[in-house]
């Protein structure tokens, strides 16, 4: 493992408790825990960490959940409106979102785990997704340059990484349980700590 469960849980709330202060939607905001997570992972761990955006097929307890669009030739790609961000570190690929899967496809019931695996176990393709915690990914690099580059315009993004990152604390030193924010009308508000408990990982 790259890094604790503990610590992976930690990023992910950081993450999480900062997109629902901001009314974003934790279950479809892949770009914002892979970017987070991944300058967090720089800033506390000095890993050569990098986000990735494409293709992303995940077998979770035998039911297959793809980020995908369908091409009119029958195959699948990523590089349309339906792709999944991941983070790639060290020859580890971790998923920040992974816990927030039980919101984002609810109709699969799925609980929430730690998803942090070695690259060198993905799956050889989409189709040998045989065992619960299988993967494939499809990187798609220039729609994700394109993707990013627009989101990336956004000024507050780069703040909110920055604070992602001074929240987040290595265990065990304890963490703030919430952060006080400057609102866009200057008054000071209080972010707590949300996110769901993880039962285990992939």
């Known amino acids: 493992m790259l890094i604790k469960q503990t610590d992976y849980h930690r990023i992910y709330r950081v993450i999480h408790s900062l997109l629902v202060n901001e009314n974003a939607n934790p279950a479809t905001a892949s770009m914002y825990f892979s970017t987070f997570g991944a300058f ?32 009119e030739d029958g195959y ?11 983070v790639e570190a060290n020859g580890w690929a971790i998923d920040f979102m992974a816990p927030a899967f039980s919101e984002s496809a609810k109709e ?23 065992g619960s915690g299988d993967f494939f990914y499809q990187s798609e690099p220039e729609a994700t340059a394109r993707r990013f580059a627009d ?15 001074q929240w987040f604390r290595k ?8 952060l006080s924010a ?20 992939w």
Not at 171 to 178: C, G, N, T, Y
Not at 190 to 198: E, F, V, W
Request: overall charge positive; aromatic content about 6%; glycine content about 12%.
């Open 40 to 71: 967090i992972l720089k800033q506390h761990y000095k890993l050569d960490a990098i986000p990735k955006g494409g293709l992303a097929a995940y077998n979770l307890g035998g039911k297959v959940m793809l980020f995908a669009d369908h091409r």
């Open 76 to 86: 699948v790609t990523g590089a349309g409106e339906n792709f999944h961000c991941w």
């Open 108 to 130: 699969l019931s799925l609980p929430s785990k730690m998803f942090q695996r070695p690259l060198s176990s993905m799956a050889p393709s989409i189709n040998d997704l045989n």
């Open 151 to 165: 989101w990336h315009k956004q000024a507050m993004i780069g703040d909110l990484a920055t604070v992602a990152a």
């Open 171 to 178: 265990s065990p030193k304890q963490m703030p349980a919430s």
């Open 182 to 201: 400057q609102g866009r009308g200057g008054e000071l508000k209080s972010i707590p700590l949300t996110g769901n408990p993880l039962s285990g990982s």
